[in-house]
């Protein structure tokens, strides 16, 4: 069974600076999805950003990219010119790329993202 | 278009009592699946519906049961509450099964059980 750890329960970045959120996953499978989700106090997920295993290069979008570092099984999470509307519990999400399962999104733990002015 | 809807958005039950919560997808999406998320936790996978079979189920008793209608709407059903059952469950919709389709996710319900 695949499984995602979250090591930061709670990080805090100032308005404008940059932030780097942890996340490293544990699975015998080769080819799969890494995902970051955004869960604000509304409570709906919102996807980040998204990564495809077999793809070397790092995803971005916007003022979000990742580090992923398949050997090492992680996938971290930079978020640069941090706004007040990035404050959020940040989510770092799996699913296997195996057609015969279910498209099931395995979570980590997640890690509450406080921006400062 | 309207995003992925959940009703209730709140609810309160008894212990014992049963619940069923109600997921419409986005127009056009045929997969439904059911998270649940215990405050503190991050969500945990319990169904996936497409075209209105069964297409996976997580590590949930038998008191978890789901269904998918011809219009792709779900329900999710929970019997005999029992106060861990207590969380924010999700709904997350997708266009198609097993192709790799991103999921967008409802608001959730809160249910509480006292």
């Known amino acids: 069974a695949q499984t995602v750890t979250q090591s930061q329960p709670e990080m805090s970045v100032q308005e404008a600076e940059t932030v780097t959120l942890s996340c490293t996953y544990d699975?015998?499978?080769?080819?799969?999805?890494l995902f970051w989700y955004k869960q604000p106090p509304s409570r709906q997920m919102i996807l980040v950003i998204r990564?495809?295993?077999?793809?070397?290069q790092n995803a971005t979008e916007n003022r979000f990219s990742v580090n992923f570092q398949k050997a090492a099984k992680s996938f971290s999470l930079k978020i640069s010119d941090s706004q007040l509307g990035d404050a959020a519990m940040y989510f770092c999400?799996?699913?296997?790329?195996?057609?015969?399962?279910?498209?099931?999104?395995?979570f980590g733990t997640g890690t509450r993202l406080q921006v400062t002015l | 278009d309207a995003g992925v809807t959940q009703s209730p958005t709140h609810l309160i039950k008894t212990r014992g009592q049963h619940v069923t919560l109600r997921c419409s997808p986005i127009?056009?999406?045929?997969?439904v699946s059911w998270y649940q998320q215990v405050l503190g936790q991050g969500p945990q996978f319990i169904f996936q519906?497409?075209?209105?079979?069964?297409?996976g189920r997580g590590n949930f008793p038998d008191r978890f049961s789901a269904r998918q209608f011809p219009n792709y709407s779900s329900e999710l059903n929970v019997n005999a509450l029992l106060l861990g059952d207590s969380a924010l469950y999700l709904c997350?919709?997708?266009?198609?099964?097993?192709?790799?389709?991103?999921?967008?996710f409802g608001q959730g319900t809160r249910l509480t059980v006292v």
């Open positions: 990564q495809e295993a077999y793809k070397q």
């Open positions: 999400a799996y699913r296997s790329a195996w057609t015969g399962t279910a498209s099931k999104l395995t």
């Open positions: 699975t015998s499978e080769s080819d799969y999805y």
């Open positions: 997350a919709s997708s266009f198609g099964w097993p192709e790799n389709t991103e999921a967008f």
């Open positions: 519906y497409y075209e209105k079979e069964e297409r």
């Open positions: 127009s056009g999406h045929k997969s």
